[in-house]
T-cell receptor
Framework: NAGVTQTPKFRVLKTGQSMTLLCAQDMNHEYMYWYRQDPGMGLRLIHYSVGEGTTAKGEVPDGYNVSRLKKQNFLLGLESAAPSQTSVYFC?????????????FGPGTRLTVL | GQSLEQPSEVTAVEGAIVQINCTYQTSGFYGLSWYQQHDGGAPTFLSYNALDGLEETGRFSSFLSRSDSYGYLLLQELQMKDSASYFCAVRDGFGNEKLTFGTGTRLTIIP
């Protein structure tokens, strides 16, 4: 079991460029999430998905789009990157079973926008 | 909306006990959880409380008082590897799978 994986691990973009971050989980979890983490700000939810083909906005969705075409994958897109999007991005997944609010996180993607 | 408050930094001595507090204000409440994050790493789940009282998992315990909108994480027999950031998180609705995280407490263990 690889758990939750994210690609790429690091990326540097110029302002205005676009990119897609890929998250994959092999635990058959129903729910998937994208967070960003900035110093002193904790984890802020960008978008999430409660199942294949469904997505919803989180706390800070502006400037990002997501898609969940397959249950195991959750993509985060930046159409026109801005320096304010410099951050560490974490993907996470969870399941209904157990109801213990356990989210499993990927290793993160460090994104710098110049 | 939801808001959580926890101390930004705590320092404790190796071998001692430390308590990290979390107070929350939410429109609803269905559980308080705790996550640990080492520098450069990903958050990992530690503990969860849905009902009042103490939950124990090895050296770590978590407490919840729903009437006080308050919880804490208790770490015993501190080890140097416990130096990390600790986040409390709340879920505010049944069927709502979103968690709202606090801004984290950076715990430093000194010899």
């Amino acid at each position: 079991n690889a758990g939750v994986t994210q690609t790429p691990k690091f990326r540097v973009l110029k302002t205005g460029q676009s990119m897609t971050l890929l998250c994959a989980q092999d635990m058959n979890h129903e729910y998937m999430y994208w967070y960003r983490q900035d110093p002193g700000m904790g984890l802020r939810l960008i978008h999430y998905s409660v199942g294949e083909g469904t997505t919803a906005k989180g706390e800070v969705p502006d400037g990002y789009n997501v898609s969940r075409l397959k249950k195991q994958n959750f993509l985060l897109g930046l159409e026109s990157a801005a320096p304010s999007q410099t951050s560490v991005y974490f993907c996470a997944s969870s399941t209904l079973a157990g109801r213990t609010d356990t989210q499993y996180f990927g290793p993160g993607t460090r994104l710098t926008v110049l | 909306g939801q808001s959580l408050e926890q101390p930004s930094e705590v320092t404790a001595v190796e071998g001692a006990i430390v308590q990290i507090n979390c107070t929350y204000q939410t429109s609803g409440f269905y559980g308080l959880s705790w996550y640990q994050q080492h520098d450069g790493g990903a958050p990992t789940f530690l503990s969860y409380n849905a009902l009042d009282g103490l939950e124990e998992t090895g050296r770590f315990s978590s407490f919840l008082s729903r009437s006080d909108s308050y919880g804490y994480l208790l770490l015993q027999e501190l080890q140097m590897k416990d130096s990390a950031s600790y986040f409390c998180a709340v879920r505010d609705g049944f069927g709502n799978e979103k968690l709202t995280f606090g801004t984290g407490t950076r715990l430093t263990i000194i010899p």
